[in-house]
């Protein structure tokens, strides 16, 4: 969706590709830590990731995916083109992104809480 020339006139798809870009550097830099403590102890440990961090993060996607849906929406009524498609794939996929995060701070609370 970045890709496309007519990306910069919609704030709603830099919304998305902004905090898109943000999570996948959250979920770094969470599998960074984890392997840099695995490294210095020796052995496999199980680290409990940032509650707060993954609730953010899970925050700012759906807020993305809730800016981005009404505009796409509005764009199918007058076009079905390959932008409008990867407007929709890229909502998906934020989706899922979303659910994946959620699921880490659900289990980041369970394991917290042991």
Known sequence: MASNKNFDEYEEYRYLVA???LAFLYAAAQVLRQLLHQFSAGREVMLKT????????????????????PMTNRKWERADNTFNQSS??????????????????????????D
């Open 19 to 21: 905090i898109g870009a």
């Open 88 to 113: 929709a794939a890229a909502i998906s996929m934020t989706f899922f992104a979303f659910v994946a995060v959620a699921l880490s701070a659900l289990i980041s609370d369970r394991i917290s809480n």
């Open 50 to 69: 940032t509650f707060l961090g993954d609730q953010v993060v899970a925050y700012l996607l759906m807020s993305a995916l809730s800016a981005a849906i």
